[in-house]
């Protein structure tokens, strides 16, 4: 068991810290695969080794310092795949089943001027709806718009989901889960 110092008076501690990675990245280096028009609304995509692995190395030291922060145990592989998401495809709410998971994307057709084809995220524990700390995506979820470059590496047990993608959008995107 956990013993807890008390805070001093007016100060809000945080006991329920949800660390994430939301940011960009270069796409320098990575020959981006082009999806064949039409299609289903989403399937995997060849991508050159020399792409991956530039990929890899991106996932691996953004879940690395996640690891950090939590003074986890050192993430040392990933596997990261390539697909293409076209009009019609979401994915509704979901977890993980690694330690940490992300995403990145590499192409957009087009930028809507709704939420379509967004990532979002959200916190799954009983009572973190009633919470609201700034920073932190207690409460809310946290979208992030399909632009190419996007990159967000969260813990496996965040709540993730992707909004449906509206007609003519197709996007391209790097999915990355850590080796238990």
Do not use: K
């Not at 660390?19 to 060849?46: F, M, Q, R």
Request: one cysteine or more; hydrophobic letters at 45%.
């Amino acid at each position: 068991m956990t013993s807890l110092a008390a805070a001093p008076a007016g100060t809000v501690t945080r006991l329920w810290r949800t660390p994430v990675i939301v940011g960009s990245v270069s796409l320098d280096g990575i020959t981006i695969p082009v999806p064949a028009p039409g299609g289903p609304p989403t399937g995997e995509l060849a991508i050159d080794p020399a792409s991956l692995a530039v990929l890899e190395r991106q996932f691996l030291e953004a879940m690395q310092q996640l690891a950090d922060g939590d003074a986890g145990p050192p993430v040392t592989s990933v596997r990261v795949t390539v697909s293409a998401w076209r009009a019609g495809y979401d994915d509704a709410a979901f977890t993980a089943q690694c330690q940490y998971a992300g995403w990145t994307i590499l192409a957009a057709s087009c930028q809507p001027v709704t939420e379509a084809g967004c990532l979002t995220f959200s916190d799954p524990r009983a009572g973190s709806a009633m919470t609201a700390v700034p920073g932190l995506p207690f409460g809310r979820q946290l979208p992030v718009r399909p632009v190419p470059g996007a990159h967000v590496v969260v813990p496996g047990w965040l709540t993730a989901s992707v909004i449906p993608l509206q007609a003519g959008q197709v996007i391209t995107v790097a999915t990355a889960w850590s080796a238990r």
